[in-house]
């Protein structure tokens, strides 16, 4: 019969052995001291080391990590912001070593060359060229951080420039700016919209103009083929031309007087209509035209006259 002592050491063996037996994840680096010194580094997988003489010291994780910081600080124009900057990093295989021996804080070692970094660049520009040129503060931020923390066993993937936020006053100015610019430009169009309109309607005015007086003298030509048709009408049944001059104006002056009694909202003035006055009509008519042909007459015979005196002398 086996005694309880040898169960025990047994069984304190079999605790001892596998304790010496560990595994190890993926993306993950384990390492190892032997008697307090650093003895090797295990990958994943299934691994051994001798028990009570080796420990695990560390396990670091080789997935790329991200860091967030924030940085506030002031521009060339004396405007304080603050930039969010990411910086994503991940610790080099070959040099598992140094990233885990030789610095002691990597998240506050990343975040002191981030700080001055920034402080370096953006002091340099205007606001405005903050935002247009924040990636060149991200590739400035990349090349210090690779310099520096590649001796650490630290390569870094990407650095981004993911937040510029101004002060708050700052923000409503440049946002007025911006507001006033656009009502600047809204202006100048509706001003050119405006004189675009106005052109337009002097334009069509014009050609209006144009055609009512074309209308107009078209208009006055059929008016006098007629009356110059009704003339030879009436001369032909014996009324000579100043007579039936006279009717045809008589014949307008009534048919006037009939269109403008044809709306309701027009205020007509009559004159004597009884038939001695349209008879006196006549005969003022009919005088006048005398007169005019007489006078006519007159400045013939006085122009002929003295074409003749300057010949004589």
Do not use: C, W
Request: aromatic share 6%; no cysteine.
């Amino acid at each position: 019969m086996v005694s309880p002592i040898v169960i025990f050491i047994l069984f304190l063996g079999l605790i001892i052995v596998f304790s010496g037996i560990f595994t190890v994840k993926q993306q993950t680096a384990v390492l190892v001291e032997r008697l307090g010194k650093f003895h090797s580094i295990k990958r994943s997988g299934l691994q051994f080391k001798v028990p009570l003489i080796d420990r695990i010291s560390g396990r670091v994780s080789l997935k790329i990590q991200q860091l967030d910081v924030n940085v506030e600080t002031k521009t060339r124009d004396n405007v304080f912001v603050k930039l969010k900057v990411s910086v994503q990093f991940l610790i080099l295989t070959e040099k598992v070593y140094d990233a885990f021996y030789r610095l002691e804080n990597s998240h506050e070692q990343i975040t002191a060359y981030i700080f001055d970094t920034v402080r370096a660049e953006v002091p340099k520009m205007k606001l405005d060229d903050v935002f247009e040129r924040k990636d060149d503060i991200a590739m400035a931020i990349r090349r210090e951080l690779e310099e520096s923390m590649n001796e650490y066993g630290y390569g870094i993937v990407k650095a981004l420039v993911t937040d510029i936020d101004p002060d708050p006053e700052v923000k409503v100015a440049m946002n007025r700016i911006n507001a006033a610019e656009r009502q600047k430009i809204a202006a100048e169009y509706e001003g050119e919209a405006e004189r675009i309109r106005i052109v337009a309607k002097a334009r069509a005015e014009a050609e209006s103009k144009r055609l009512q007086g074309q209308g107009i003298a078209d208009q006055r030509r059929e008016i006098a083929k007629g009356l110059e048709e009704s003339v030879e009408v009436l001369n032909r049944v014996g009324i000579n031309s100043q007579e039936a001059s006279a009717l045809i104006v008589v014949t307008q002056h009534y048919d006037t007087l009939q269109s403008m009694g044809e709306h309701s909202k027009s205020t007509l003035i009559m004159l004597p209509n009884a038939p001695s006055s349209a008879s006196d009509m006549l005969t003022q008519m009919t005088a006048s035209f005398v007169a005019s042909q007489q006078l006519g007459e007159d400045m013939k015979k006085g122009s002929l006259k003295n074409g003749h005196g300057e010949k004589k002398s």
